[in-house]
């Protein structure tokens, strides 16, 4: 059974469905902590109900750089996980948490990358920029974190189809809920590839 912590900064719907794949058996892993740079997020809320420690991290707790990122990685170190999961986590990574856990670090994106990824393409606005484009699929992509933003390697990636009729918000609930289903395979099967 390998060990993961996760990163948040919403409601935290794809935290709370890697959560309750875990309780039901079908991901071997333990959740050892969640931080958020967000203290009253959903996601905070779902974690305190499943009893796993919250840590709250952001530049209103830390508005020092350098004391911010070491109390990041400090929270890596005390718990050592195997790897680390951003679920809807809404801010770019500083490097020294990406030179610590390379290769380890995993997200997923509200599109098909390479296509409306990068910067400024987050939330929301990944919807409206696939509505606005008249693409007639879309999806999401699980991937590697690295130095460029939805640059890592990709992992694996679920489509869905863009309707004529729909809005961002309609196509967003769409992709959510492929999400879901798609991140816990994902991270099961790259743990697998690690022989964790």
Known sequence: MFK?????????SNFKAIIDRIGEGDLEAQCKFLIVNNGGCGAAAHAEEYGIPVHHISGKT???QAEYE??????????????LIL??????????????MPN?????????????????????????AVVA?????????????????????????VKVPVLPDD???????RVLEQEHNLYWKAISDYAKELSL
Do not use: C
């Open 133 to 157: 484009a008249h693409e007639t699929e879309s999806g999401a992509t699980v991937h590697l974190v690295g130095e460029q933003i939805d640059g890592g390697r990709i992992l694996a990636q």
């Open 70 to 83: 070491s109390a990041l990685l400090s929270v890596l170190d005390k718990y050592n996980v195997d790897l």
């Open 62 to 64: 830390h508005p020092d």
């Open 167 to 173: 809005t961002p918000g309609v196509l967003q609930a």
């Open 87 to 100: 679920a809807g986590y809404m801010k770019a990574l500083p490097q020294s948490m990406l030179r610590r």
């Open 4 to 12: 993961i912590g996760v990163m948040a900064s919403g409601g935290g």
């Open 104 to 128: 380890r670090i995993l997200n997923i994106h509200p599109s098909l990358l390479p296509k409306f990824g990068g910067k400024g393409f987050w939330g929301i606005h990944v919807h409206e």
